[in-house]
């Protein structure tokens, strides 16, 4: 079962290093494209308006005291989180520069240009399809095999270490983000609920897909 997936697959379109800064076409394509997925799944639940996701509930929180756009403060959070690669061993790559420049920026534009749905109903579909996009969209940009976003890069770490399973970890991993969001003031809704406890297991199913798909 996906959920008890604790490796990062590689397929073909994979990088055969981390670190590789001039890689296939293929695979800084799917590099792009998975992040872009990511990002537009973390701004459409933001649009939803039934809650941010963990990490945006703390942008939310810090963006109380502080006049920049949440887009902002999500890539300013990213290069804090890398700082605490430091002891886990991380090291960062092409991969990592990318999630923090388009997560951000695809945040900013959905804020920007996608209306909110105007029923609750359709606030929630939008909802858990922006949670599973997370997942598949992370699922993608991992295998590219490019280094891991700053976020992922501590999931990648901590599981290292614990040796738990992938979804444990990031699911651990959300539900303390969004309390420390929530304490600061961040808004919490049933979206952030979904993405807490829904984005471990969606990033081991996107995970699970693409090897299945492309192997």
Known sequence: MFLKIKNIPKVNWSSEKPYNFRPKLS???FLCFGLTLFGLGEGLLIVSFTGASPWSVLAQGISLNVNLSIGTITFLISIAVLILWIPLSQKPGMGTIFNALIIALMIDLCIRFVPTPSTYFHQLILAIISVVMVGIGGGIYLVSNLGAGPRDGLMIGLQRVSNLPIAAVRATLEITIVSIGWYLGGTVGIGTLLF????????A???YLVDKIFN
């Open 205 to 207: 199913l996107g995970l």
């Open 27 to 29: 695979t800084f394509f």
């Open 196 to 203: 807490a406890f829904g984005i471990g297991p969606c990033v």
